[in-house]
């Protein structure tokens, strides 16, 4: 099972400031199946990024993806109100398939 | 504008079966991916398994001997049935679309999630 691991896992932040979220995985996987989600209380997830960097349909500029092999960012440039929520990693392959980071929660400082 | 919907009984008594169904509307449940996804309350994402709309099914080990996924292309939904439950069952089930490759086997739309509480 690839295991990922995100950090960290709180982050306080005020709006207009620049989020940086990880996800690091236990084994290297393919950059075109790493993907992120945010989940706002009551709300089922929202897919915001998949392929590692490619920004789902109607995803706002502000969020982009980065990184390859093991290492992986979410970085938000500037955070909008309506940003604070939690962030999942999420990973494709092996057994089982899919996969989940534990989260990270980003909330007003 | 696809949407999803999870339906099923809120309560389940231990020991018993947990049969949830998810209704696809304005899409085809063909040429993708439909899984099923767990979160128990204030907790991380858990995947449960898939079904693809031929049929073809693979589950989480951890639960591979307690479920059973299956999809009725006629009335685009599927099932998901989980048999021996205990109160670690406890959690929101929610049913989501993967369009494999062309978007990196990532889950585009979700159903908005049933919470499903195990206890007599």
């Known amino acids: 099972e690839v295991v990922l691991t995100q950090s960290p896992g709180t982050l306080s932040l005020s709006p207009g400031e620049r989020a940086t979220l990880s996800c690091r995985t236990s084994?290297?996987?393919?950059?075109?199946?790493l993907a992120w989600y945010q989940q706002k209380p009551g709300q089922a997830p929202r897919l915001l990024i998949y392929?590692?960097?490619r920004r789902a349909t109607d995803i706002p500029d502000r969020f982009s993806g980065s990184g390859s092999g093991t290492d992986f960012t979410l970085t938000i440039s500037r955070l909008e109100p309506e940003d604070f929520a939690v962030y999942y990693c999420?990973?494709?392959?092996?057994?089982?398939?899919?996969?989940f980071g534990q989260g990270t929660k980003v909330e007003i400082k | 504008q696809v949407q999803l919907q999870e339906s099923g009984p809120g309560l389940v008594k231990p020991s018993e079966t947990l049969s949830l169904t998810c209704t696809v509307s304005g899409g085809s449940i063909s040429g993708y991916y439909w899984s099923w996804i767990r979160q128990p309350p204030g907790k991380g994402l858990e995947w449960i398994g898939y079904?693809?709309?031929?049929?073809?099914?693979d589950y989480s080990p951890s639960l591979k001997s307690r479920v059973t996924i299956s999809v009725d292309t006629s009335k685009n939904q599927f099932s998901l049935k989980l048999t021996s439950v205990t109160a670690a069952d406890t959690a929101t089930y929610y049913c989501?679309?993967?369009?494999?490759?062309?978007?990196?086997?990532?889950?585009?739309?979700w159903g908005q999630g049933i919470l499903v509480t195990v206890s007599s």
């Open positions: 392929g590692a960097s």
């Open positions: 084994q290297s996987i393919s950059s075109n199946y």
């Open positions: 989501a679309r993967n369009p494999g490759y062309s978007h990196g086997y990532a889950h585009d739309y």
């Open positions: 999420q990973q494709y392959g092996g057994s089982p398939p899919w996969t």
């Open positions: 079904i693809y709309y031929s049929g073809s099914t």
